[in-house]
């Protein structure tokens, strides 16, 4: 347990901070037994996160829109009200999209507004689905849930000067970078992606068999891989977080909201830039040491994230 996490992260011991979360799942698996008003707040109590998880991680890839127009559109998809592609000045929620893009000093004009709320609508849309997929049907992530949930995710939404169809859903042809950080060469993408999906199913076999899994690794580790391949020209980081998510909701039952305000973004993208450096040291074999800053962040979310429905059980109760 201890060699999977950096008590510099947790400050807090990595084998109590666990127990403490398993027995947060286990409590409220037993409380969703007792009460039908349990099951319902839950609902609530998910909706909610969902759309929050949104928001962060829209926020940390500065896109999309504020909290409020955010949670009410997310909310909307995830209730499965259908929604229109396009609005304008005539919507109240092209006011609040343009505020937000004012006061981040970002393009405010008609195309930017519309592509604001897109950011919002497609990120809840492919969360929606790969939840479907993954956690609902039980099927193992694949490269068709992957590249189908991208394509959700991008939906008309141009990349610069290049058109959204010609990357959207489908493996980059190009090579790309993050500051100076150079990925990997765009050729190897296709088997990069082949294996990723191979050393999941072998670790997922692995687990079954022994009877044990730590979602929490098992999420961080696949969310650090799926990063540092970077299939995809853009979306990648908002895709990562979606990989994180659908595991961790898969395995354990729970899911985090990762950037929600401007300090949680700072050290998730601290983290996320050292761990891409050591995964690109020539001298760094790849490893658990790679990912165990992103476990230990990912841990104490999901403990904290669990310990807040256990008390609105009792707060219901």
């Given amino acids: 347990m ?44 998910i909706t909610d996160e969902l759309a929050r998880m949104v928001y962060g991680s829209n926020m940390i890839e500065v896109a999309g829109g504020g909290v409020d127009i955010t949670l009410k559109l997310c909310k909307h998809v995830f209730r ?15 006011h609040d999209l343009k505020i937000h893009l004012l ?37 193992d992530l694949s490269h068709k849930i992957i ?51 191979d050393e999941l199913d072998s670790d997922i076999k692995k687990a079954t068999e022994e009877g ?37 909701l898969k395995y354990s039952g729970g899911f985090i909201c990762i950037g929600q305000d401007g300090q949680d973004r700072q050290e998730y993208l601290r983290i996320a830039v050292a761990a891409s450096v050591e995964e690109g040291s020539q001298s760094q074999e790849t490893g658990a040491a790679n990912y165990k800053q992103l476990a230990s962040f990912t841990l104490r979310h999901a403990r904290d994230s669990m310990r807040k429905v256990r008390q609105l059980f009792k707060r219901d109760a």
């Fill in 147 to 197: 590249s189908e949930a991208h394509g959700i995710l991008t939906y008309k939404i141009d990349l610069g000067d290049t058109p959204w169809p010609y990357y959207s859903g489908v493996y980059r042809t190009w090579n790309v970078r993050c500051g100076s950080y150079v990925f990997m060469d765009e050729s190897k993408v296709p088997a990069a992606m082949r294996d990723m999906i």
């Fill in 103 to 139: 006061n981040k000093n970002l393009p405010s004009g008609h195309e930017a507004i519309l592509r604001s709320r897109r950011e919002i609508v497609q990120h809840a849309e492919a969360a929606r689905y790969m939840i479907d997929q993954v956690c609902i049907k039980g099927k």
């Fill in 212 to 248: 044990q899994i730590d979602p929490v690794v098992l999420a961080s580790k696949y969310c650090h891989k799926f990063v540092n391949i970077h299939p995809f020209a853009d979306g990648n980081g908002r895709m990562c977080r979606l990989i994180l998510n659908a595991l961790l």
């Fill in 2 to 45: 201890g060699d999977a996490y950096d008590y510099n992260i947790l400050q807090e011991n990595s084998k109590q901070l666990h127990q403490e979360f398993c027995k947060y799942i286990s409590d409220i698996a037993d409380g969703l037994k007792q009460s039908d008003d349990n099951k319902n707040a839950l609902d609530e109590y």
């Fill in 80 to 94: 499965g009200k259908e929604l229109p592609e396009e609005i304008n000045e005539r919507d109240e929620d092209y």
